[in-house]
Nanobody
Framework: QVQFVESGGALVQPGGSLRLSCAPS????????MSWYRQAPGKERELVAA????????SYADSVKGRFTISRDNAKNTVLLQMNSLKPEDTAVYYC???????????WGQGTQVTISS
């Protein structure tokens, strides 16, 4: 059974940084691209960042390009999202899933809450 456990969210001030972590299970991690999504209150879930299975390519939403960095450790079955220069509009629940341009599994973990506020 596919599972995603996200962590690392917090309340931080604008301009701050956070590092989110996702620990997936139930599939062969190194074979799959992975991605981070976020959903703000009253908005649809959006793709934030993605990384290929080998980590050789990444992609980002325009709104986070230059501020967020996705990475993965295939030895530890972990995918990370480093978020810098955070803005109030980054406030959302962040989720991970498989896939590069669209999510692979119609199953979502509990997510991790990121709140940017002074």
């Amino acid at each position: 059974q596919v599972q995603f456990v996200e962590s690392g969210g917090a309340l931080v001030q604008p301009g701050g940084s956070l590092r989110l972590s996702c620990a997936p299970s139930g599939f062969i991690f190194r074979l799959y691209a992975m991605s981070w999504y976020r959903q703000a209150p009253g908005k649809e879930r959006e793709l934030v960042a993605a990384i290929t299975n080998t980590g050789d390519r990444t992609s980002y939403a325009d709104s986070v390009k230059g501020r967020f960095t996705i990475s993965r450790d295939n030895a530890k079955n972990t995918v990370l999202l480093q978020m810098n220069s955070l803005k109030p509009e980054d406030t959302a629940v962040y989720y991970c899933n498989g896939g590069y341009t669209d999510y692979l599994w119609n199953y979502w973990g509990q997510g991790t809450q990121v709140t940017i506020s002074s």
